[in-house]
C-alpha cells in the first residue's frame, strides 16, 4: 500500500475491545505508525494500551469521529495512507434501552468520517489517491436472523432487527455509495461474534467469565439456543490486515471463525475451564451458578459467516478453533483480573441491560 518502510493508519475506536487489539497488533508489528482516534465512551478504555503507551509509533488522540475539524486536522497533520474505523456503539442490548447514541455515532459518526476521509483523498496526488484506503469494520448482525441452515453471504439482504444492526446497515450503505458516487477506495468487513483479551465485561464471554470467577449468576437469555458463529479477536485482526493490504475497493468481505455454538454451550465451556484451571470447592461445579432469563426482545435466533471469499481470495482463514481460542481468552482474564476490575468500577456494573422495560 505504500513505498515507505513505515506507513501511517488512523484507527477509530482503537481503545475499544477490537480496535484495541488491532492496534497493538500494528505497533507490534513494527512497520506501522498509528493515529489513534477514540472518544473513550464507556467501552473504550486506555488501560488496553498500556503495553504500548510509551511506544513512539503509538499516538493517542481523545476525540470523536462526529468531530469533523479535529478529523480534517490529523488527516492533514499525520497523512495516513489508510483510515480503518473501528469506532461505534456496539452492543444490543444499550441499543435497546437507548438507541439515539447508535444513530448519532453509528449512522452520523460514520458520515462525517467518510466526508473527512472523502475531502482528504481528493487532495492527495493521484499515485497516493489509488493507495488510500478507507476500511469499515461492521458486523453479521445486520444481515438479520438465519434459520437452522444457510450462511451469510456477502450478497446476502440486509435485514436488521435492533437498534443497533441498523445503524450498523446504516452506516455500511453510506460507505459503499462513497464507492460507487465519489469513487473512494472502501471496503467494508463484517465479521461473526468476536471474543478474547480486553473485551468489556457486558459481552457474553468476559461477563460469564467473571461472574464464575465470583460465585454470582450466569445469566443465559432464553433456553440458551441461540446460536452464535465466533471469531477470536486475533484472528479477526488478521483479516483486516489481509483485506486492507490486498482487498479490492468497493467490495465486501465476511469474516467468519467457523464456530458455530448456542450460547448454552459457549457458558458451558467456560465453567468447565474456569472449573479446570482455577478450581473452588466452595463454588462447586460452576454450571450450578447458570440463571436463565427472560429473552432480549427481537433476539436473532442464528448467525454464521460463510468466509469463502476471503480465505479463496486473500487466502485468510482462522488460526484459533473456538476451544483453543477460549482457552487463551479464559487464561487471559484469569492473568488480567486487574484490568478487568477497574473496568468494572466505572459505570456498567453487570446489571441487566436490554430488558425492553425503558
Known sequence: ???????????????????????????????????????????????????????????????????????????????????????????????????????????????????????????????????????????????????????????????????????????????????????????????SNNYGPYQFPEKLIPLIIHNALHGKPLPVYGTGSNIRDWLFVEDHCRAIERVLDAGTPGEVYNIGGNNEKTNLEVVHTICDLLDDLKPDATLGPRRNLIAFVADRPGHDQRYAIDATKIQSRLGWEPSETFETGLHKTVQWYLDNQEWSQRVMDGSYRGERLGAGDS
Not at 462526529?66 to 486536522?73: P, T
Not at 438479520?144 to 440486509?158: D, N, R, V, W
Open 1 to 191: 500500500m505504500s513505498t515507505h518502510s513505515k506507513r501511517t493508519i488512523l484507527v477509530t475506536g482503537g481503545a475499544g475491545f477490537i480496535g484495541g487489539n488491532f492496534v497493538i497488533r500494528q505497533i507490534q508489528r513494527g512497520d506501522c505508525e498509528v493515529i489513534n482516534l477514540d472518544a473513550l465512551t464507556y467501552a473504550g478504555n486506555l488501560d488496553t494500551l498500556d503495553c504500548i503507551e510509551d511506544d513512539p509509533n503509538h499516538s493517542f488522540v481523545l476525540g470523536s469521529i462526529g468531530d469533523s475539524a479535529l478529523v480534517d486536522y490529523l488527516l492533514l497533520r499525520h497523512a495516513p495512507v489508510a483510515i480503518v474505523n473501528f469506532a461505534a456503539e456496539s452492543h444490543v442490548d444499550r441499543s435497546i434501552d437507548s438507541p439515539e447514541a447508535f444513530i448519532q455515532t453509528n449512522i452520523l459518526g460514520t458520515f462525517q468520517l467518510l466526508e473527512s476521509a472523502r475531502k482528504y483523498w481528493r487532495g492527495l496526488p493521484e499515485a497516493e489517491q489509488r493507495n488510500f484506503r478507507f476500511l469499515h469494520v461492521s458486523t453479521d448482525e445486520v444481515y438479520g436472523s438465519l434459520g437452522p441452515t444457510g450462511k451469510f453471504t456477502e450478497s446476502t439482504p440486509y435485514q436488521p432487527n435492533s437498534p443497533y444492526s441498523a445503524s450498523k446497515a446504516s452506516s455500511d450503505h453510506l460507505v459503499r455509495a462513497y464507492f460507487h458516487t465519489y469513487g473512494m477506495p472502501v471496503l467494508t468487513t463484517n465479521c
